[in-house]
């Protein structure tokens, strides 16, 4: 028999409400069910030479802001891209993540709309002056075509709290976190397919992107993507990457 009793916790600076199963011995139950353990099976064709070669694949991942409008990548293979970010790990395998797959026109005018609207105010007033400046090697503008020309846009939401199928709420660990790694596999696993990418961080857009997408109040935009192919006069700039040893230090 279960009973419900009130407590707060802290965790990572924030402040969480958790409502507490208990048996009526007291202990406390997992949000999840007890899970068996199984043996562990090593992952399929292995070889030292993978991290070479995908380090030569993430290598060619660059920031693309000119997309083609009338190339469309199959939705098996994004939906295989999304697959793979469902892979990664979370706090307390909450898996803490919506990604909104958005294709119609009708939906990416409405998020530009949204986008350009807030960025006009974010470059012209909430950005200081040295952050505008540090951007201008990049060439971005409050201007963005590639939210309507990229054939889909990816919405990644984090869910600061999730609830069990008892209508109990569950605590989502480390939900920006969790979400962000998820976020970087799907980067990995569209590079793999081919496939173009843009991460943007809309500044101020998050309430109304999740409204216009009808997402709960648990779910906090953290980040869009524009994905397709790049057009054929694309151009990005010419950067460098640190070097490993400017990256990594042995002990
Ligand atoms: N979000 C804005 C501004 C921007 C900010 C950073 I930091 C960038 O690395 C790139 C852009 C935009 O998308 O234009």
Known sequence: KICRMRRSEKLSGEEHIAVEFTTTDGDILPALEEKLHVPYVPGRNLNPNGAMRFYELMMDRRSVRSFKANCKPSIDVIEYCIRAAGTAPSGAHTEPWTFCLVEEMG????????VEREEHINYSTRMHAQWVTDLRPLRTTAIKPYLTDAPYLILIFKQTHGTTVDGRKKLHYYNEISTSIATGILLCALQAAGLCSLVTTPLNCGPAL??????????????????????????????????????????
């Open 107 to 114: 939906v990416k005018q409405a998020v530009r709309e949204i």
């Open 210 to 251: 999740r409204r216009l997408l009808d997402r709960p109040n648990n779910e906090k935009l953290l980040i869009l993507l524009a994905v397709g192919y790049a057009t054929d006069d694309c151009s990005v700039p010419d950067l460098e990457r640190k070097r490993l040893q400017d990256i990594m230090v042995k002990y």
